[in-house]
């Protein structure tokens, strides 16, 4: 597909009318500028009503206007808290002139340790042994895509490691070498605490949380950090659902995606 950015968010926004429909058990007619369905249906309707709740990112304009119209979570990469306020702001604006509401999630990565000290020294390791030729490199790949998101992350550290604590325990050294989500929370488990307390005010529901190694990363997590975080009962007084995720959608500056076996996969 060659269409510019601005088709695509075309296209996207004529298959999501055309995939709720069908999901909520309609049958739907449609004729848009790229997509066009006679009677389209499915045979086996969603557990879930009507649809599947729909998950999605962007930052651009186009982005927010199609989150506003069409998904349930709309979801931000993880940038300073007054950035992801405005990205908030616009689409609970947009949102609310069509009557709809939306929920908002946040994507980051984690390094927490039992001190501050320690968990700064292991993101500093993350990247030690990168060097200034390897990021060059990955930033010049990185800049080619018209992704709003990319240069975001990217205007945050500039392709430079002398700035990358571009929020208090936010650290954007991830994204010198790694396209999307570029950004994690590092410090001790009070610190990170602290920030995703920040964030869940602004309105952020959902945490996407990763780190490196990712097994390891997780045992942290759960040990030092999901003691200080109210489970999801105590916070919204919903049932706890399980999630499933994998690797797609996720770039690394070398292109390479290391094999299924070892990949980390949890489900709750």
């Not at 009503?49 to 990112?57: A, E, H, I, K, Q």
Request: negative net charge; glycine residues 8%; charged residues 20%.
């Amino acid at each position: 597909m060659y269409l510019s950015h601005a088709e695509r968010y075309e296209v996207t926004d004529e298959f999501l009318k055309i995939w709720r429909g069908v999901a909520a058990g309609e049958t739907v007619n449609f004729a848009g500028k790229h997509l066009k369905v006679d009677n389209a249906k499915t045979l086996y309707p969603p557990v879930q009503r009507p649809y599947p709740p729909l998950y999605f990112g962007g930052s651009s304009a186009p982005a927010i206007d199609l989150a506003a119209e069409q998904v349930d979570v709309y979801l931000t990469w993880g940038e300073p808290p007054a950035a992801v306020a405005e990205k908030i702001g616009a689409v609970r604006r947009k949102a609310a002139a069509l009557g709809r509401t939306v929920k908002f999630g946040i994507r980051l990565h984690v390094i927490v340790r039992e001190t501050s000290e320690q968990a700064w020294q292991a993101a500093e390791d993350l990247i030690a042994h990168v060097s200034d030729e390897t990021i060059a490199a990955a930033q010049t790949a990185f800049a080619r895509f018209d992704s709003v998101g990319q240069q975001r992350m990217a205007a945050l550290h500039g392709g430079r490691r002398d700035h990358l604590e571009v929020s208090p325990n936010l650290w954007a050294g991830v994204g010198l070498v790694r396209g999307g989500a570029g950004t994690a929370l590092v410090g001790s488990p009070q610190e990170v605490a602290a920030r995703i307390h920040e964030y869940a005010e602004l309105g952020i529901e959902s945490f996407i949380f990763s780190g490196y190694p990712h097994l390891e990363e997780a045992y942290r997590v759960a040990e030092l950090l999901f003691p200080l975080l109210p489970l999801p009962q105590q916070a919204s007084g919903a049932a706890v659902a399980a999630n499933l995720t994998g690797p797609f959608g996720e770039m690394i500056a070398n292109d390479i995606v290391p094999p299924a076996a070892d990949r980390v996969r949890e489900s709750a």
